[in-house]
């Protein structure tokens, strides 16, 4: 069964975030810029999964527009960790739940761990609502000290 | 009867259960040789669970005894519950001993609820099915702790009891709510993050017809939307 935490509990209030002078989008580039981080949305009335281009690369699949195909996502999950993935995705979607699940998806030649925190929202136009999630490799490899040119 | 016998007897009753109404009364006969009042099969609960009402699978507990655990979120409550999140060996409670154990007076809501039902113990198995779910199986009632040859021996009836409990829903699963190959069809293309529109285009159908083949997989798979849908249906292989 998967563990409950409350992952939104150091979320960065909107007056720290004033005080420290960030933006939005420059929080989400700082926080994404230590391992690879793919960001998701689940529609729950349609059953789609729309996708970042980091999701992709974490599951090793070419970047497609339009909803994520997620026998192929699935096919890349460890065997044994997939059953309690389905079921927290059946719970999270029946229950309008969020969760965290940490899986093991599949690379070249053996696995690698990876993370997905989600929240459930409303949507107005629908009765089922949506899920959105972030996913991230617990592993990246580790790089001592890197430069960038902003 | 000597112990191995009587575990004998109980264990092939429970495994001969061909319907629900047969397994539980075989628990009925378990609980009863054990001396407790109640029997219950029920998921696992996640700490996020506030009510145990929608875990419980089949028990002989009181409706009323159910709603009014709820009404309290009592589950929160539960020792023996809390114990069993880190440990997968049987958990007791008695509501002396959670005084005992966490110095705390149970709520006046536990302990109104437990005199007026006569319960005042139970005990707490959890078992992990074939399918990797983890299901618990308790016994409650007023009698004295179990010893740990009846522990044993209740552990193993457990064991058999969620094992025959996984065999008839998969012959449930496999007898009533098994997909068409029309619906299946659809449901693995909605996986594979087609919209209704699309799968009518490929199939040459109407999303009119997509989303009655749709509707009606939702309901033989006992979901609420296509997500859940689709997740069961890869949980249970239905579609790869």
């Not at chain 1, 700082?30 to 729950?44: E, H, N, P």
């Not at chain 1, 629908?126 to 902003?150: H, K, M, N, R």
């Not at chain 2, 219950?40 to 419980?56: E, S, Y």
């Not at chain 2, 087609?194 to 109407?206: A, H, N, P, R």
Request: net charge neutral; with cysteine; aromatic share 8%.
């Amino acid at each position: 069964m998967p563990s409950h935490l409350d992952p939104f509990a150091a979320a960065l209030h909107e007056e720290e975030r004033k005080r420290l002078g960030l933006s939005e989008t420059e929080i989400v580039e700082l926080a994404t810029a230590f391992r690879r981080f793919g960001f998701w949305r689940l529609d729950l009335g349609s059953g789609l999964f729309f996708a970042s281009r980091e999701i992709f690369k974490i599951f090793d699949m070419p970047f497609t527009e339009g909803p994520m195909n997620l026998i192929e996502v699935t096919s890349k999950i460890h065997p044994e960790d997939l059953a309690i993935l389905m079921e927290t995705f059946e719970r999270s979607s029946s229950q309008r739940l969020g969760y965290h699940n940490t899986y093991r998806v599949r690379q070249e030649t053996d696995y690698k761990l990876v993370r997905s925190v989600a929240k459930y929202r409303d949507k107005p136009e629908s009765d089922a609502g949506e899920i959105v999630g972030i996913t991230y490799e617990c592993l990246d490899s580790w790089q001592p000290v890197t430069f960038s040119d902003d | 009867m000597i112990s191995v016998e009587r575990q004998l007897l109980l264990s092939a009753e429970l495994s001969s259960a061909e319907s629900r109404v047969a397994f539980m009364n075989a628990m009925s006969r378990v609980r009863m040789a054990f001396g407790f009042s109640h029997a219950t099969v029920m998921k696992m609960p996640v700490p996020a669970d506030i009510l145990i009402a929608p875990l419980i699978l089949e028990t002989t507990l009181p409706q009323q005894f159910v709603q009014e655990y709820d009404r309290h979120h009592l589950l929160r409550e539960c020792t023996a519950v809390a114990r069993l999140k880190t440990s997968l060996m049987p958990q007791s409670w008695s509501v002396t001993e959670a005084l005992e154990r966490t110095n705390r007076q149970p709520s006046a809501a536990m302990l109104s609820l437990s005199s007026r039902y006569d319960l005042s113990m139970g005990i707490l198995f959890s078992v992990i099915g074939l399918d990797g779910q983890r299901l618990v199986t308790r016994y409650d009632g007023t009698r004295l702790r179990p010893s740990q040859s009846e522990i044993n021996e209740l552990g193993m009836l457990s064991v058999q009891a969620v094992e025959s409990y996984n065999e008839l829903r998969r012959r449930e699963n496999a007898k009533g709510q098994i997909l068409s190959e029309r619906e299946l069809e659809v449901v693995r293309w909605t996986a594979q993050g087609k919209t209704s529109v699309e799968i009518g285009q490929i199939l040459s159908l109407s999303d009119h017809t997509v989303n009655a083949y749709l509707n009606n997989a939702i309901k033989k798979l006992d979901c609420v939307n296509r997500t859940q849908l689709v997740a069961k249906a890869i949980r249970l292989k239905l579609i790869t």
